[in-house]
């Protein structure tokens, strides 16, 4: 026992955090914004609760930094090297996240057009399609640096292959959901396959097309960090995370996770976003 | 109806493999012209064209080279032979299924526990919503490290990123699954005097069984993914992400792309097996195939 005070100071404010939410979680208030904010307090008081309980352990017991280091040690490291983290972030996520994400999901995306039009390839190419996408396909990782070298091109072309895939299956099979009626509806309107297309069909594919962006997002992250472990310029998350892994200074890894937790978690949100005012007309959206 | 599918699909596979022998001749013809060059001799595109099907170290494998080798690795060697494909696969099939089984078994209870508590349900569930945005498999290479500087070495490291990757969907899937029974056959229970654990393992476990085993085959590939990458950053010992590693260090295409495919192959049959054995079980149970 190093510091039996702060440990025993943070299981209290766990207990009294588990208590609140316990009482929190039995009210149901008649006001809607009440109810969203306790809905909100919540997960938050849970997350500061966990927070607390992982910082009183490892001070407490005084658990090597190595193993496990304490919160405020990893803020600390985040708030002390933010260029770094910074440079990183701009090489991993900036470079060869978005041009493979926007590639991989643009190429996804028209493929499935093409393929639309021809009842026979989509046959084909769906079976396909399933399957690949339960591959692991981040193992053509070495291949692609191998092919393009050190620098992002490898990264963004990894992500190209992992999101390509997701976004044709999704796509295609949302091109296929509107129904019977609205498309005779178009047919009596003697809408063109152009025109049918483009205000019906994809309209109605896009609750699809937005699963496969919010997949996406998070694959694309994993392929450009995983992709760096086969080799990669001196900077980026992945080089950071295998390099001070190698020197134990666990702490900036776990800065870097942080980091690419809080880009991961920010991309989603803004894709949900995005999807909530596109997609304003679906069930799952209305009467809220 | 088997020839209406099957034709369109052997098309598609047809055209990837022409694809990838055409790819192989292009990114290969390079090598063959510059090795040419090198003797200070012309060839022709008829000439070169068949070497670049059996270069030592190709750009791009052709298929029949990765063929080839699986086929050495797997069926000239002994099993229990390092350079024994089947060994490596043997070894990432171990750690993907123990953490497979103890990420599922995770993933059910923790279900469990949020479906019947509703503290559990509004603390937890943001939580796990919010951690599948987050790339968790940049984690891997620090739990094996940092488990292997407290002398837990070999397959539990990698089982435990396996576990990681696959608890997530499985709970997910079934607080969806377990939550699924119509509100008309809880009543219906209600008036049976039934009491919770009567609900929960005549009405709720079967209706939740389809949605198990739908995220059972995302949480399978996924887990073998994890074993993947939770072999890279040991440095290469043994398993199928070891020789991708190890094909990667020394150039060697041939032995990636053969890694490769054994890996593709094992997760295609990984989820088969897993949808079979859930198609059977909805038989079994009287659910129509949807």
Redesign the interface.
């Known amino acids: 026992m190093e510091n039996p005070t702060l440990l025993i100071i943070c299981i209290i404010f766990w207990l009294a955090a ?1 208590f609140t ?2 009482r ?3 009210m149901s208030p008649k006001s809607t914004t009440l109810a969203t904010l306790i ?1 909100l307090t ?2 938050v ?3 500061a609760a966990l927070l607390a309980l992982w910082e009183g352990i490892t001070r407490g017991f005084g658990v090597p930094t ?3 280091p304490p919160p405020s040690m990893i803020w600390e490291r985040i708030t002390n090297s933010g260029s770094i983290l910074w440079a990183d972030f701009r090489q991993t996520y900036l470079k060869a996240v978005i041009a493979g994400y926007a590639m991989g999901c643009g190429l996804g995306f028209l493929v499935a057009i093409l393929v639309d039009r021809s009842p ?6 769906m ?2 399609g399933n ?1 690949v996408s ?3 396909i ?6 692609m ?3 393009f070298g050190f620098d992002w091109q490898s990264k963004a072309a990894v992500v190209v292959v992992m999101t390509f895939f997701p976004m044709l299956v999704n796509t295609v099979a949302g091109l296929n959901v509107a129904g019977h009626m609205e498309r005779d509806l178009m047919h009596t309107y003697a809408s063109s396959k152009w025109q049918m297309l483009f205000k019906l069909r994809l309209p109605a594919a896009m609750p699809f097309i937005f699963n496969a962006l919010k997949i996406n ?2 694959l694309a ?2 392929g450009a ?2 992709a760096e ?3 990669t310029p001196v900077v980026g ?2 080089f950071r ?2 390099a001070e ?2 020197r ?1 200074n ?1 702490d900036m ?2 800065a ?2 942080f980091v ?2 809080l880009a ?2 920010i ?3 803004l894709i949900a976003l995005l999807e909530r005012s596109i997609t304003f007309w679906h069930p799952s959206n209305r009467g809220r | 109806m088997i020839k ?2 099957a ?7 047809a055209l ?1 493999i022409a694809i990838w022998y055409a790819g192989a001749a292009l990114l290969n013809l390079q090598f063959e012209y510059d090795q040419a060059e090198r003797i200070g001799k012309q060839v022709s595109l008829s000439e070169a064209l068949p070497k670049t099907m059996a270069q030592e170290r190709p ?1 791009l494998p052709a298929p029949h080279q990765v063929a080839v080798e699986i086929w050495q690795t797997t069926a000239e060697k002994s099993i229990t032979s390092k350079r024994s494909l089947v060994y490596h696969a043997w070894i990432t099939l171990s750690a993907t299924m123990l953490g497979f089984v103890f990420g599922t078994v995770l993933g059910i209870i923790l279900a469990v526990g949020i479906i019947h508590s ?2 559990l ?7 796990i919503i ?1 951690s ?8 891997a ?2 739990i094996i ?2 488990l292997n ?2 002398g837990i070495t070999g397959l539990v490291p990698k089982a435990t990123i396996s576990t990681y990757l696959s608890f997530f969907p499985v709970a997910v899937g079934m607080v969806k699954g377990l939550g699924s029974p119509d509100a008309i056959n809880m009543d219906l229970m209600r008036t049976f005097n039934a009491s919770r654990a009567q609900v929960f393992w005549k009405l709720r476990w079967p209706t939740a069984v389809p949605y198990l085993f739908t995220s059972m ?1 995302i949480a399978i ?1 996924a887990s ?2 994890g074993a ?2 939770g072999e ?2 040991t440095g290469a010992v043994a398993g ?2 070891a020789r ?2 190890a ?2 260090y020394y ?1 060697q ?1 041939v032995q ?2 053969s ?2 495919i054994v ?2 192959i094992l ?2 049959s990984l ?1 088969a097996i897993v949808g079979l054995v859930g198609a059977w079980l909805n038989r079994r149970m009287g659910m129509r195939e949807a």
């Open positions: 588990w939410n316990t929190l979680a039995k809905n919540i997960p008081l849970f997350g190595v193993l496990l026979f390839w989509k046959a084909g190419i079976p396909v399957l339960a591959l692991p981040i193992g053509i990782a070495p291949i640096v191998m092919w997002s998070t992250l994993i960090i995983v472990f086969f080799g998350m992945g995370i295998s892994i190698g134990l666990v890894v776990w870097t996770i690419a937790a991961g978690s991309s989603y949100g | 209406d599918r034709l369109p699909v052997l098309t598609v596979v990837i750009v509703r503290v349900d509004k603390s937890l569930m943001p939580w919010t599948q945005t987050i790339p968790i498999l940049a984690i290479p620090m490290v940092v500087s407290i085959k590939a073998l993914v993947i990458v890279l950053p199928l992400g991708l590693l094909g990667s150039g295409t990636i792309w890694a490769l890996a593709a997760a295609g989820v």
